[in-house]
């Protein structure tokens, strides 16, 4: 959630590279948590 904050916050502070630095660690922070999920519980199915 504080991700998403920092995320708005650089919106409505009409600082772009603020909002662009969020969504990036924001991102990285998703994939670092999807590998720890796959880590664990293996991939499954297809895509």
Known sequence: M???E???GGIQRGDPG???H???TN???AA???ERVID???ER???
Do not use: C, D, K, P
């Open 45 to 47: 199915g297809s895509w």
């Open 2 to 4: 504080a991700e998403h």
């Open 18 to 20: 603020r909002a662009q």
């Open 32 to 34: 670092e948590r999807l």
């Open 27 to 29: 991102w990285r922070n």
């Open 6 to 8: 920092a995320i708005a």
């Open 22 to 24: 969020a969504v990036q």
């Open 40 to 42: 664990r519980a293996g």
